[in-house]
């Protein structure tokens, strides 16, 4: 998420609406891309691999008509009926990486491809991992207080209508059901070649990132993009998802002299992988540094919300920057760094002398 600055930027390739351009970022991997609905994206890339039984595709975008109509029209550009598709790879439970999967299985019977811990909100059957403005969350629902008090989440009512809907019927959101579910110490044979799972939570819990060691192509999901960084929920079951995501981006780091290209899910492929990483974790340590000045200015404790109005431009204003700065706070808290106030079940902050 961008923090507060002024004039203006330039666009962001991961803001860039989608084109029909097919282009072979990696051996025997082409890059398409699919029309994307959400905020600060304009696109999702679904990679399409072939091998002699037919093709892999990796993210196969959301749940929408004009999604579907133009995944159809990218294979039909590359020559591959739905048919031919035998697996498909999700990285990571938003509905703008699985809401094509359980259609393209409904046509060809194709594996689904998860992490093993792929789990959504709007499976009932499920613990809940609630995607709002695509931040994954582990509430009981979108429309419960927030746990660091206040008012529930801001949601129009045709939202809020939306989630209530597919809370109770979960396939008119085209929610996969995994056929294959993978950890760290599998591998996987797409194209020909053994890839190699690694689990990388922080965006969302069960976000899964690939390794093909003999291409050195790292299929990077949500996990690494190429100018601006996921969204680091507060809203999950773990603690302090912060240091689950830094985590995860060492995993990425030790191997990264290895990696000759990063696949982003969205925006363009990238090879400074390394150098990425490290620019990933200094935003966020930046990001703890303004929190600490932040406080040292209020001189007295401040909600979540005041922080988050500091932290992230008027337009970013919302459940996605109150969470983010949860998480952040929440790290502090845990460092040492900061204390945590109850006044009358709404959190403040400050920092420790």
């Not at 930027?9 to 860039?16: D, G, I, V």
């Not at 998802?241 to 830094?246: A, E, G, R, S, V």
């Not at 992988?273 to 209020?298: A, C, M, N, P, Y």
Request: net charge negative; aromatic share 8%.
């Amino acid at each position: 998420m961008d923090e507060v600055s002024g004039g203006t930027k330039p666009t962001k390739s991961e803001q860039l609406q989608a084109t029909d351009e097919i282009t072979e970022v990696a051996p025997g991997i082409l890059r398409t891309q699919l029309p994307a609905n959400i905020t600060g994206l304009g696109h999702v890339n679904m990679y399409v691999m072939e091998d002699e039984r037919g093709v892999t595709v990796v993210d196969p975008g959301m749940p929408t008509k004009s999604s579907w109509v133009a995944l159809q029209e990218r294979l039909a550009q590359i020559g591959v009926p739905l048919r031919r598709v035998h697996t498909v790879i999700v990285t990571h439970s938003h509905p703008d990486h699985y809401g094509g999967a359980e259609r393209i299985k409904a046509e060809s019977g194709a594996d689904i491809v998860t992490h093993r811990l792929f789990r959504t909100f709007y499976d009932p059957t499920e613990p809940p991992d609630l995607s709002v403005e695509d931040a994954a969350t582990f509430m009981r629902s979108p429309f419960d207080p927030p746990p660091w008090g206040g008012e529930p989440m801001r949601m129009e009512f045709g939202r809020r209508m939306k989630f209530r809907i597919a809370r109770r019927f979960p396939s008119l959101l085209r929610v996969p059901t995994p056929t294959v579910r993978i950890g760290d110490v599998e591998r996987v044979t797409l194209a020909g070649r053994e890839w190699v799972p690694v689990h990388t939570p922080g965006h969302t819990a069960d976000h899964l990132c690939l390794f093909d060691p003999e291409s050195g192509t790292l299929l990077s999901g949500d996990h690494v993009l190429p100018t601006i960084t996921p969204h680091i929920s507060g809203l999950t079951a773990h603690g302090d998802p912060l240091t689950l995501f830094f985590d995860s981006l060492d995993k990425i780091a030790a191997f990264s002299s290895d990696v000759r290209v990063s696949l982003p899910a969205h925006g363009t492929p990238f090879t400074n992988t390394g150098e990425r990483v490290e620019q990933i974790k200094q935003h966020h340590r930046d990001r703890l540094d303004k929190i600490r000045k932040v406080s040292i200015d209020f001189d007295r404790p401040a909600t979540v919300n005041e922080f988050a109005q500091h932290l992230f431009s008027p337009r970013a204003q919302g459940s996605m920057a109150d969470s983010e700065a949860y998480a952040h706070l929440e790290h502090l808290r845990i460092l040492g760094d900061f204390e945590q106030r109850d006044v009358d079940g709404v959190y403040e902050y400050v920092i420790r002398n």
